[in-house]
């Protein structure tokens, strides 16, 4: 038996979307060649592993007891890239970590130094997207690791509270604000909880203007354009942010989350331990 990796890590995609289509778009491959990916993983398997139906695709039996061997099959190939040196001692080895990058920029300058002490060939590919989107890259063996906001528990994944942030509003102190606008980011669950808790709170907010880029919106705030709506963390990166009086608080859960077959990994414990030393 031969059987590949990539075809291995699109069953588990098409297995969890129940659907070819949706499963080639998130993969970026053609429909032909994701099925043609499954029918050769069936091959050598000798056994089918989908139902096709009308509605979708299901596992057969089979697949569902395959399907626990191949989560285990990915993670003892990442674990076995992760190469412990005998002669020096040394753990080589690479992980894919995924972060936001308003996250990677106030955290991680602490972070890897810490890790580096440690473990100097130790290296990191960072992928950067949304929390959300970083822990379902987590969920479906994409990147090794996450260090994510206010993570949605999940049966596969193991969560570790690293440390505590707020949301709320800042303005800047010098120069003063020349207005009343709110610059936030309106897809924010964070930002939608804090503007329900403003409706009843004597700030006055007239008009707004929207990013997508936390960054973004703490530099218009810190050359006093407006209120904007922040992580405490990131606000604390620029100099004139001050918190606005009596504003309203949502709390923020900072979180290193990766895969259940990781939790007893000695390397990912010493990890743990690091960064949340790092982000008290």
């Known amino acids: 038996m031969s059987l590949k ?8 995609i098409v297995s969890k979307l129940k659907n070819v289509t949706r499963a080639s778009e998130q993969l970026g491959l053609t429909q032909p060649a994701l099925s043609y990916s499954i029918k050769r993983l069936e091959e050598e398997l000798g056994a089918p592993v989908f139902i ?4 979708g695709i299901e596992l057969t039996k089979f697949g569902e ?19 412990f040196n005998q002669e020096g001692g040394e753990i080589i080895g690479e992980f894919k970590v995924g972060i936001h990058p308003s996250v990677a920029i106030y955290s991680l300058p602490h972070i890897l130094p810490s890790i580096y002490e440690k473990y100097p060939r130790l290296n990191f590919n960072l992928i950067h997207d949304s929390s ?7 969920i479906d063996f994409e990147v ?15 969560i570790n509270e690293m440390g505590l942030d707020e949301v709320k509003l800042f303005e800047s102190s ?31 907010i007239d008009g707004h203007v929207e990013s997508d880029n936390l960054e973004v919106i703490a530099k ?26 009596n504003s309203p608080i ?6 290193l989350v990766y895969r259940v077959e990781k939790k007893n990994s000695l390397l990912v414990k010493d990890i743990l331990a690091l960064v949340k030393d790092s982000l008290i």
């Not at 090794?144 to 193991?158: E, T």
């Not at 705030?221 to 001050?242: C, D, M, Q």
């Not at 949502?250 to 979180?255: L, R, W």
């Open 5 to 12: 990796l990539d075809d291995l890590r699109n069953f588990l």
């Open 52 to 55: 096709r139906l009308k509605s």
């Open 65 to 83: 007891e395959f399907h626990h061997r191949a989560n285990k099959l990915l993670q003892d190939w990442q674990d076995a890239k992760n190469i």
């Open 132 to 138: 959300r989107i970083i822990t379902g890259k987590v």
């Open 144 to 158: 090794d690791f996450g260090i994510v906001v206010n993570p949605i528990k999940h049966p596969d994944l193991i």
């Open 174 to 204: 010098r120069p003063k604000r020349k207005n009343n606008k709110l610059i936030f980011n309106p897809q924010l669950a964070q930002s939608q909880d804090l503007l329900r808790k403003l409706k009843n709170d004597s700030i006055e």
């Open 220 to 245: 218009l705030t810190n050359e006093g354009f407006g209120i904007g709506l922040l992580p405490s963390r990131v606000a604390s990166n620029y100099k004139n942010l001050v918190p606005v009086n």
């Open 250 to 255: 949502v709390k923020d859960q900072i979180a």
